[in-house]
């Protein structure tokens, strides 16, 4: 088991910048494949950023150039630094944590992108 607790949302105005946390704990963090994840009011579930096991990361082309995913396996924590948010990017963020057979999510923290 995987627990996974989000912090850092808020509220910002257009052109701000956030850093989203997730903190795990439960297991061994540094064998996961950790993501953010978006989801908006009545739009789908979306990949903001992932960083697997070594290191590489992917972006959609939506955040590229204004997101950066990290991890520290010394503190079990995966970050999300957002930068030049758009109100486009509001949404609650999750944090995913899988690999084969095992797929968490933490509870979610709201972004607002507001003048």
């Known amino acids: 088991q995987v627990q996974l607790v989000e912090s850092g949302g808020g509220l910002v105005q257009p052109g701000g910048s956030l850093r989203l946390s997730c903190a795990a704990s439960?297991?061994?963090?540094?064998?996961?494949?950790m993501g953010w994840y978006r989801q908006a009011p009545g739009k789908q579930r979306e990949l903001a950023a992932v960083?697997?096991?070594?290191?590489?990361?992917y972006y959609p082309d939506s955040v590229k150039d204004r997101f950066t995913i990290s991890r520290d396996n010394a503190k079990n924590t995966v970050y999300l630094q957002m930068n030049s948010l758009k109100p486009e990017d509001t949404a609650v963020y999750y944090c995913?944590?899988?690999?084969?057979?095992?797929?968490?999510w933490g509870q979610g923290t709201q972004v607002t992108v507001s003048s």
């Open positions: 995913n944590a899988r690999r084969p057979g095992y797929n968490y």
């Open positions: 439960g297991s061994i963090f540094s064998i996961y494949t």
């Open positions: 960083i697997i096991r070594g290191g590489s990361t």
